[in-house]
């Protein structure tokens, strides 16, 4: 496995913004998401460790094609302040095996930019 994967972007606050995961193990075959199923998190913060203040936006993972979709809705992107770069990761777990499995596949630095319609 070759995770966490690094995907920078820029986010037009209040808007959905929505990308895919693919994993892939090390040598490029489907990583199975069957163990993880309803354990993924999105977490946006405004910097790394545990003392930033954090957004929670949507994780699913779809089992029959192995794609984790993660998705900010408006009402969470609202709550991002414009101007600011924030950080985040996608983190699936297998609760399965004592003690959990969790593996990050994605990290990454989101740019917010203010809107202009039903701006606050």
């Known amino acids: 496995m070759a995770f966490p994967g690094t995907y920078n972007f820029s986010y037009y606050r209040g808007d959905t913004y929505q990308f895919i995961i693919r994993p892939k193990n090390a040598n490029g075959t489907t ?14 913060a405004n910097r790394r460790g545990s003392t930033g203040t954090q957004v929670v936006a949507t994780a699913t993972i779809d089992t029959s094609t192995d794609i984790v979709t993660c998705t900010i809705a408006p009402e969470q ?44």
């Open 77 to 120: 992107g609202r709550e991002l302040v414009a101007g600011t770069t924030y950080v985040y990761d996608v983190q699936i777990t297998n609760t399965t095996p004592t003690p959990d499995v969790i593996f990050t596949l994605l990290t990454g630095s989101i740019t917010v930019t203010d809107d202009i319609t039903g701006a606050a």
């Open 31 to 44: 990583f199975a998401l069957d163990a993880y199923a309803g354990n993924a998190v999105f977490t946006i």
